[in-house]
């Protein structure tokens, strides 16, 4: 486990060029044309065949959707998460240590090919969501309950998770809103914006109300655990912060999260069961990086 250690501890320099705030929000800006298209009545044309191809995808189950996509729809959703969730908190540098953190994990993740983007949010609830397409946000609010960076690189393992499972990406696949078309394309979403703006509701509801469903979000445990241990993390983090949100999540404030996602008992129970495993044995000795959060976010005020 030795060379693990090593790893955890470069991360520093090893992701010195990292997305700051100011490219956050110029990919933002370039998102959002993607919602101002043309006229819906040019794809007219084709409508037979897309019904006749639409039929057989359906009996499928599932459509394809390539990348370029996924981040057109997961950029427009992502765009909603910033204005329903306070806007971006404007502190370069600790966006630059989440996205160390959350970048060191997506490149050990199953899909390190593709660019993670992460936002912290402006809200005191304490939140984290996924969108299409690698959008991750966590809010203000939970960054301030987080006390190590174990925690920290967990809770990021979790979205990733959401990430490269393609989890919310299923919903957009099976979308009534979809139907008939045979295959998604830029050029599809463009000519009809009211399907595009179909979809990406879709997905807000999914992601922002409705939750991805208890099964995918024990998946993301399991998973967000096995890739922050893959870092060098001590993998039993995880667990903690979620026990760490009971308080959080009962009550008679509603937040979010507890919306959206299972109960924290479930949750931890769950993430016993998959620690106990034979691959972690011996991992409660791993770092926790308590002091290199704090310093890290000593100067900011969250
Ligand atoms: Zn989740």
Redesign the pocket.
């Known amino acids: 486990m030795k060379q693990f250690l090593g790893i955890v501890i470069c991360l520093t320099t090893l992701f010195s060029s990292l997305p700051a705030q100011a490219q956050w929000k110029k990919l933002l800006k370039q998102l959002e044309p993607k919602k101002e298209t043309q006229n819906s009545n040019q794809n007219k044309g084709s409508k037979t065949e897309n019904l006749i191809f639409g039929g057989l995808k359906a009996l499928q189950g599932l459509l394809p959707i390539g990348y370029k996509e996924e981040m057109a729809i997961g950029g427009a959703v992502a765009l909603e998460a910033v204005a329903r969730f306070g806007g971006l908190f404007e502190d370069p540098s600790v966006e630059k240590y989440i996205a160390t953190v959350g970048n060191a994990i997506a490149l050990t993740s199953d899909r390190p090919d593709i660019p993670y983007y992460f936002g912290i949010l402006n809200t005191e609830e304490p939140n ?3 969108c299409p397409g690698g959008y991750i946000f966590m809010s203000r609010g939970l960054l301030k309950l987080v006390q190590n960076e174990a925690q920290l690189a967990g809770i990021l393992g ?2 990733i998770a ?1 990430v490269s499972k393609k989890h919310a990406l299923e919903t957009i696949r099976r979308s009534k809103a979809l139907a008939g078309i045979s295959e998604v394309t830029l050029t599809a979403l463009d000519k009809d914006p009211q399907m595009f703006d179909s979809v990406v509701k879709e997905v807000v509801n999914m992601i922002f109300e409705n939750g ?1 469903g208890r099964t ?2 024990l998946e ?1 445990d399991k998973i967000g655990v096995e890739f922050a241990y893959r870092v060098g993390y001590n993998p039993n983090a995880l667990k903690s912060f979620i026990e760490l949100l009971k308080p959080h999540m009962s009550g008679s404030r509603q937040f979010s999260l507890s919306k ?2 299972p109960d924290p008992k479930d949750r931890a129970q769950n993430l016993q069961n998959v620690l106990s495993q034979s691959n972690y044995k011996g991992s409660q000795s791993l770092p926790l990086l308590a002091d290199r959060l704090v310093t890290s976010l000593s100067n900011i005020k969250l």
């Open positions: 984290a969501f996924a979790h979205e959401h991805l995918k979000e993301a959206t996602h």
